[in-house]
């Protein structure tokens, strides 16, 4: 399939990466800029803002009601942004579509950022946000069935390196993952998947920004071949939670995040692996409002068995 018109249109006006160094205070200000205000967003049932307790500290949350009912599922949500950026703000568009679409109540993750946060600060306040709300059930109108864990681009990262915390914890109340075009092998030789080469330029997220953008997180300690990091280098994926993978035709990370459903399957993991077509990286933050593309909130509310 062509890139789709819409999105070709955005990158158009585009330049391409240059690879040279970021700027993560600048960047995550142009983010924040381009964050629309209250009255423009998805209006939900109630939405509220409030801090986690966890072994790693006061984590901000941000709770997101899709209706008022007497008990939900729960689904614990962890944005995008390379590790070093990204926001509850940034990604509260995608939050507040996965509590309507889904019936479940969200709580995003606001967690550390790095260079300022070193590795493991973060994914250890995604894991502790994750057994905060299966301690906080009552309080947060759990009905005890569902707990999910989402994350889109490195957020999918964490929700994988999530499970598998988890696994070898022995906490078995994570009941699926949802990885949206998930970033899963930081070990970004261009010879280990086509989608890399294949994909190189053009598409917004160029294969030359990806050591410089992912730089901060593994400069602070996270090292690449450390199956925390890069979860698709974990050996015994067995006894995970089952997992939705939806990845972009035109992502440099294509590959690996279908790679990885295929491991999972091997090791008789429930996986589906859905690939968009016409799609760029980070199609559910800056095209969701193409309809083929918001479609995919219903898909991840079928897999969690509501749709």
């Excluded at 070193?118 to 069935?145: F, I, K, M």
Aim: aromatic share 10%; charged share 25%; proline share 7%.
């Amino acid at each position: 399939m062509t890139l789709h018109p819409e999105i070709a249109k955005v990158l158009g006006g585009l330049p391409p990466s240059d690879g040279a160094p970021i700027d993560p205070v600048r960047a995550r200000a142009a983010e924040q800029a381009q964050v629309p205000p209250p009255e423009e967003r998805l209006p939900l049932h109630a939405v509220e803002d409030t801090t986690a307790t966890t072994p790693s500290g006061e984590v901000p949350v941000r709770i997101y009601t899709p209706a008022e009912a007497d008990s939900y599922g729960l689904l614990v949500y962890f944005h995008g942004g390379a590790f070093f950026s990204g926001s509850l703000d940034t990604h509260d568009g995608i939050a507040r579509s996965l509590a309507r679409e889904t019936g479940h109540k969200v709580v995003s993750v606001g967690y550390s950022l790095a260079p300022e946060a070193a590795y493991p600060t973060a994914l250890q306040e995604c894991y502790g946000v994750v057994r905060w709300a299966a301690d906080n059930g009552e309080s947060l109108g759990w009905d005890g069935g569902n707990l999910a864990v989402a994350g889109d681009s490195s957020g999918g990262n964490f929700a994988a390196a999530v499970t598998a915390m988890a696994r070898d914890d022995g906490f078995d109340r994570i009941s699926h993952q949802v990885l949206l075009y998930p970033s899963v092998d930081l070990d970004f030789d261009t010879d280990r998947y086509a989608s890399l080469r294949d994909n190189a330029e053009g598409y917004g997220l160029e294969t030359r920004a990806l050591k410089p953008h992912n730089a901060f997180y593994i400069d602070s300690g996270a090292d690449p071949a450390d199956p925390l990091v890069s979860p698709i280098k974990r050996e015994d994926l067995s006894g995970l939670p089952p997992a939705l993978i939806l990845t972009a035709e035109y992502d440099p990370l294509r590959d690996e995040g279908e790679l990885y459903g295929r491991r999972l399957r091997e090791a008789g993991v429930e996986a589906e692996v859905r690939r968009y077509g016409g799609a760029t990286h980070g199609f559910l933050a800056l095209f969701s409002w193409i309809p083929e593309y918001h479609a995919a909130f219903a898909e991840v509310s079928r897999f969690l068995g509501r749709g």
